[in-house]
């Protein structure tokens, strides 16, 4: 008997105006979390540790790529030094702040993430949610 996939996506997509400069940040952060390039065509490259779950391309109708308000893409982290790993490797590769590695006590005794802004303004989360109720930085 198979196992069903429990993901309830296929996968998303973010638009890029610098096709170069957005894969050489996407290929540093997948790396921390595990993740790599699993396909690629002309202007786009998906990311995932199967399947293509995660597509940085360069706009198919050629106009110039635009943020959605409101929208962000959250990845899963296997632990808080993956989270740290994460925000350190888009810091260094043109990704701006929106919110240190830490706990969140809003979000659940579980949580510890962070939040940056990809270089062309995508907001990107890293999630771990640990398994005890105690969540200390």
């Known amino acids: 008997m198979s196992k069903e996939?429990?993901?309830?996506?296929?996968?998303v997509s973010v638009g890029t105006n610098n096709f170069e400069q957005a894969i050489l940040f996407y290929d540093a952060i997948m790396e921390t979390l595990g993740a790599s390039?699993?396909?690629?065509?002309?202007?786009?490259?998906?990311?995932?540790?199967?399947?293509p779950e995660f597509w940085v391309q360069t706009p198919i109708d050629h106009k110039a790529a635009t943020l959605g308000n409101g929208t962000h893409f959250g990845f899963l982290a296997a632990s808080k030094q993956q989270v740290q790993s994460f925000f350190l490797a888009?810091?260094?590769?043109?990704?701006?702040?929106?919110?240190?590695?830490?706990s969140r006590a809003e979000y659940g005794t579980n949580y510890y993430g962070c939040f940056v802004r990809d270089p062309d303004g995508h907001k990107l989360e890293a999630t771990y949610w640990s398994e005890s109720q105690?969540?200390?930085d």
């Open 90 to 102: 888009a810091m260094a590769h043109g990704a701006t702040s929106d919110g240190e590695p830490g």
């Open 37 to 51: 390039r699993v396909l690629q065509h002309p202007g786009a490259v998906a990311y995932g540790k199967l399947y």
């Open 134 to 136: 105690e969540n200390t």
């Open 5 to 11: 996939n429990p993901s309830i996506l296929s996968h």
